[in-house]
T-cell receptor, first 115, second 113 residues
């Protein structure tokens, strides 16, 4: 099993540019989560999908952030326009839908730096 | 505001000793609790989960849950240098398996050889 795949692993961009982060969940998993990790705020849930449908996007910081899941194998997190305060490590995680004990498996993360 | 509180550390423990990591949470609706380990520059990986009051043991790891006190802990016996990492406590509400996790900021654990 390849695990959760994220790309790119590192992204450096300038303020105002559009950034797109990509995620491929583990095959067969029904739920996908986007998290952001910073030193100040720790690991925060941004949005999650169940069966490709966004369930809760209350963690998305503002309208500059958007996420899509066009099919069960792919999701994107887009930031437009990017700002220096968006610099963080963005993790994608997936789990199989079921009980409250389901394990979330994390991808390697994308380290985003906005200059 | 749903929160998870952890002592950020660093917590320094001699090799071979017991490391004790603690976490408190604010939401009485919390149903299940997870301990993740994160090495520097890596992604979080699950160590244990617990949902019933009491202790749950897995190898050198023991998770303890007290819902009345809104307290969950992780004990690591016979600590090894490879246990040096940041340990994240997380909880999930009663919404079911598809809910996202609320994480604490983590405790940085250092095992001294």
């Amino acid at each position: 099993d390849a695990g959760v795949i994220q790309s790119p692993r590192h992204e450096v961009t300038e303020m105002g540019q559009e950034v797109t982060l990509r995620c491929k969940p583990i095959s067969g998993h029904n739920s996908l989560f986007w998290y952001r990790q910073t030193m100040m705020r720790g690991l925060e849930l941004l949005i999650y999908f169940n069966n490709n449908v966004p369930i809760d996007d209350s963690g998305m910081p503002e309208d500059r952030f958007s996420a899509k899941m066009p099919n069960a194998s792919f999701s994107t997190l887009k930031i437009q326009p990017s700002e220096p305060r968006d610099s963080a490590v963005y993790f994608c995680a997936s789990s199989s839908e079921g009980t409250h004990l389901d394990t979330q498996y994390f991808g390697p993360g994308t380290r985003l730096t906005v200059l | 505001q749903k929160e998870v509180e952890q002592n950020s550390g660093p917590l320094s423990v001699p090799e071979g000793a017991i490391a004790s990591l603690n976490c408190t949470y604010s939401d009485r609706g919390s149903q299940s609790f997870f301990w993740y380990r994160q090495y520097s520059g890596k992604s979080p990986e699950l160590i244990m989960f617990i949902y019933s009051n009491g202790d749950k043991e897995d190898g050198r790891f023991t998770a303890q849950l007290n819902k009345a006190s809104q307290y969950v802990s992780l004990l690591i016996r016979d600590s090894q240098p490879s246990d040096s990492a940041t340990y994240l406590c997380a909880w999930r509400g009663s919404g079911g398996g598809a809910d996202g996790l609320t994480f604490g900021k983590g405790t940085h654990l250092i095992i001294q050889p």
